[in-house]
């Protein structure tokens, strides 16, 4: 069981928008801004999608932006497109002994 | 541009030992700290280890403490996970990723360990 739980899959229609969440606790979701977001096609490596909760790394579309509230995290895509199609991996800081926890990853179905 | 390219996985049988290795180009490698992520077949992301830019610095997961050792030798660009005692449960992809702030910005394209009999 993942430390950050995540819906197993979500879909969309090009040009929608969808919502991925994040939910942990007070000791690392919610006590840290630290949380990213990773996307994954298969058999690839992840890439970095936002950091420290909103920020977009340089050469990430801005169709994609990231929020925070309480002890839950969310991913927006915006626009939706094919290659959008992909998994999605939140991550946070935590203060346990763990120094950084995964979430379980959420399939993106583009139909 | 940045690489990272990891190495010395393979097949090995319960109980056995593997070293793996990343080799890093493209920017300053002893600036940088460093982390091992692994992905079992099929499964999410689970952070491993990671160590401080000087090697100073080192966490484990509960799950690898006592049995792997992550280490990194500045002068060869090079990152290193010597796993010891491996189990079935170990079974994944190896990652090496690269440290900024609190996020992985850079990944390798990962290597595969396969513990079985």
């Known amino acids: 069981q993942s430390a950050l739980t995540q819906p197993a899959s979500v879909s969309g229609s090009p040009g929608q928008s969808i919502t991925i969440s994040c939910t942990g606790t007070?000791?690392?979701?919610?006590?840290?801004?630290?949380v990213s977001w990773y996307q994954q096609h298969p058999g690839k490596a992840p890439k970095l999608m936002i950091y420290?909760?909103?920020n977009r790394p340089s050469g990430v579309s801005n169709r994609f932006s990231g929020s925070k509230s309480g002890n839950t995290a969310s991913l927006t895509i915006s626009g939706l497109q094919a290659e959008d199609e992909a998994d999605y991996y939140c991550?946070?800081?935590?203060?346990?002994?763990?120094?950084?926890?995964f979430g379980g990853g959420t399939k993106l179905t583009v139909l | 541009e940045v690489q990272l390219v990891e190495s010395g996985g393979g097949l090995v049988q319960p109980g056995g030992s593997l070293r793996l290795s990343c080799a890093a180009s493209?920017?300053?490698?002893?600036?940088?700290?460093m982390n091992w992520v692994r992905q079992a077949p099929g499964k999410g992301l689970e952070w491993v280890s990671y160590?401080?830019?000087?090697?100073?610095?080192?966490y484990y997961a509960d799950s690898v403490k006592g049995r792997f050792t992550i280490s990194r030798d500045n002068a060869k660009n090079s990152l290193y996970l010597q796993m010891n005692s491996l189990r079935a449960e170990d079974t994944a992809v190896y990652y090496c990723?690269?440290?900024?702030?609190?996020?992985?910005?850079?990944w390798g394209q990962g290597t595969l360990v396969t513990v079985s009999s």
């Open positions: 007070s000791s690392d979701v919610g006590g840290y801004n630290y």
């Open positions: 991550s946070s800081y935590t203060s346990s002994s763990t120094l950084e926890v």
């Open positions: 990723a690269r440290v900024v702030g609190y996020s992985y910005d850079y």
């Open positions: 160590i401080s830019s000087s090697g100073s610095t080192i």
């Open positions: 420290d909760v909103s």
């Open positions: 493209g920017f300053t490698f002893s600036s940088y700290e």
